[in-house]
């Protein structure tokens, strides 16, 4: 292990991402047992199965740690742009592996995440850039009416075009009712909804350009 980290370390590579799966692979990184310190170097990122004390499941010749992460590659890590970072990989293990004992673990040392895989998207990009459109600013509530809702008695075509997004909004978590259980029912009884701190931070991403 000492061997494949000097050899990472010495690496002209701008990001180096280490993954293991094996018993007793959280060691790999810890200080080594010749001078009892070890130094990530810049870009350098690991990803490992299990803790050093503990084994590497596995269940019919897989290992558990390898199918999640092969789940995470395929979009289960991805965020709203589609983007699959080294974080979000291991956020998608670790919860994925809570009622087990094993444990994964993560050990970096870079000022920001390089995406490691793009898939499709949850929602469009070109739908996910119309939350600037719809809130002006990020404080603002959007009001809404019957007029939103298709099933309602006098719908509007571009009214009940813009409750779909911001349905859509709403089941990934950047929007939220105000004062009513559901969005449904915020157009129904003319309340309004409004953005979420998650939606904050897209309202801001497609605010400056990033989406």
Known sequence: MD????LANRS????KIVILDCCHSGSFGSPSQQNG?????DGLTILTASRSSESAFAIDGQGVFTSLLLDALHGGAADLR???TPGSLYSYIDEALGAWDQRPVFKTNVS????????????PLITIRKISDYFKEPTEEFKLDPSYEFSSDEPKEENVAVFKDLQKYESVGLVVPVDAKHMYFAAMESKSCRLTALGY????LVYEGKV
Do not use: K, M
């Not at 061997?3 to 000097?6: H, R, S, Y």
């Not at 002209?12 to 990001?15: E, H, L, N, V």
């Open 37 to 41: 310190l070890t130094q990530l170097s």
């Open 82 to 84: 589609g983007y699959v």
């Open 12 to 15: 002209g590579a701008r990001d």
């Open 112 to 123: 920001r995440f390089t995406h490691i895989r793009r898939v499709e998207p949850i929602i």
């Open 201 to 204: 931070q897209y309202w801001r």
């Open 3 to 6: 061997t494949i980290l000097n």
